[in-house]
């Protein structure tokens, strides 16, 4: 990724770390978290005509209904799976990217799966243009997983589900840990952790995902 951000501005650097004392000061405490925050290029995530808006802290559209998620809850989520130091990740709803650029610098394995097809070729682009190699993309309907490739010790979603599914707990590995919105007007973040055949449920703060759909869409 170094060889990607050479060619972008100091402005762009400089509004990168203004984003990053924002991070800091709402409680993200994670300093690897927030140093891969303002490598990461934002802007290339979007389209050009929202791309001056990249490094505010808020959720912006990226088609089809769906959004980049706000840098403040990125960084959080990839808090909580830090803490846990987990190697092989599972992301649910690559969206654009972004967040799935955000964790490949940190864990050594990123299974990623995406129900829409338009969205993950631009993703599959950005994170080639970024040489993200330990990246593996599957389009499929994200909520069932992806039982060939687990277990994983990591699993993120990026899309809210009215529950947590069977699914997804049933390919968490012993120890591992879970990080999700759930619910439907009110959203919680919600961390998992597995201990043998039961599940350890913490809620930590409310949240605002797109729901988790089932379907593909090619």
Not at 44 to 69: C, K, M, V, W
Not at 124 to 146: E, F, I, P, S, T
Not at 190 to 197: H, I, L, P, S, T
Request: charged share 25%; proline share 6%; net charge neutral.
């Amino acid at each position: 990724m170094t060889a990607m951000l050479e060619g972008i501005g100091m402005t762009s650097r400089r509004t990168r770390m203004r984003l990053v004392q924002r991070l800091r000061e709402a409680g993200i405490e994670s300093e690897a978290v927030l140093e891969i925050i303002g490598q990461v290029p934002r802007h290339i995530f979007l389209d050009e005509a929202l791309a001056h808006r990249a490094y505010e802290d808020t959720s912006l559209p990226i088609g089809h209904n769906q959004t980049l998620s706000q840098p403040y809850i990125v960084a959080r989520m990839t808090e909580l799976l830090l803490a846990h130091k987990p190697e092989r990740v599972l992301e649910l709803g690559t969206g654009s990217g972004y967040q799935t650029a955000v964790l490949a610098q940190l864990f050594p394995q990123i299974f990623s799966v995406e129900r829409i097809r338009p969205l993950q070729d631009r993703a599959r682009d950005r994170l080639r243009k970024l040489q993200c190699r330990n990246v593996l993309l599957k389009h499929a309907d994200g909520g069932m997983g992806w039982p060939e490739r687990g277990p994983f010790d990591g699993i993120i979603v990026t899309a809210a589900p009215t529950d947590v599914p069977a699914e997804l707990l049933e390919q968490l590995a012993e120890g591992g840990v879970l990080i999700a919105p759930v619910g439907e007007e009110q959203q919680v973040l919600v961390e998992v952790v597995r201990r043998g055949d039961r599940f350890e449920r913490r809620e930590l703060e409310p949240v605002r995902f797109v729901p988790l759909l089932a379907g593909v869409i090619r």
